[in-house]
């Protein structure tokens, strides 16, 4: 309750004790140890979907603005903290303030399917997730029928991470891809809205030391994959209807640029 009470309301450890009838230490061993019991199952809460739930999620996605063979959306925030006193430049945000970039990608649910929440705020988007674990694991793509992730231009357009294009061709459905990917992506603002309502602290600053909030913002997260979970059950997959059109083979180059193409004149034209 004390570190539950910390999260979602971000107060100073020492009003977190006084309110609960604890003194400020004890309220911060508790929250260290809640926070490491946390981090320890990020796994068994917020992991990859499996190919089963790839399907689910892929219909998902098309159901809601028509782009096809999406099994996720990914997006970055910064969560604010303390000016730490090692490195305190490489934390300083375009807008002035110290944070943590944070990397997270969603499902069709808005459930995190992944999180990377260990770089400065200076570190570049693209840089994040290329270090990311999952970004490593992705290096191996075999082709568009594993799905591809959606991301916005501060993302290089890969072959499984597709951007929308800066400046459009008329007539070979470019701008309609663009339009869709960004309504498919629409939902991320609000996911990353209602995670820091429900914890405040992601949305005020960690008075934390960085590898102290890092873990911290991961903790929130798992709690609000849980929350999702209980509050808002899973569709039944048979009642998810998978009517988005069949994925034609392609064999062209396999490049982000080339499979973009591939999807606007296949889909969009």
Known sequence: MIALRFYGSGSHLQVVGDTMGFD???????????????????DDFISWPDNQRKNVVRAGFYEKAGFPNVVGCIDWTHIGITGPSIDEPAFVNRKGFHSINVQAIYDNE?????ISARWPSSAHDSHVFRTSALGQALEGYQGIGQGVLLGDSGYPCRQFLLTPYRQSVAGRGQARFSRRHCSTRSTIERTFGIWKKRFHIL?????????????IIIACGILHKIAIMRNEPEVEEEQLIDNQPQMPPYNGPQDGKGIRDHFATTFFA
């Open 24 to 42: 400020k230490s004890t309220v911060s061993r508790v929250i260290d140890r809640v926070t490491d019991s946390l981090v320890a199952r990020k």
């Open 110 to 114: 808005g459930k995190f399917t992944n």
């Open 203 to 215: 949305g005020s600053e960690i008075r934390m030391k960085p590898d102290k909030a890092c873990r």
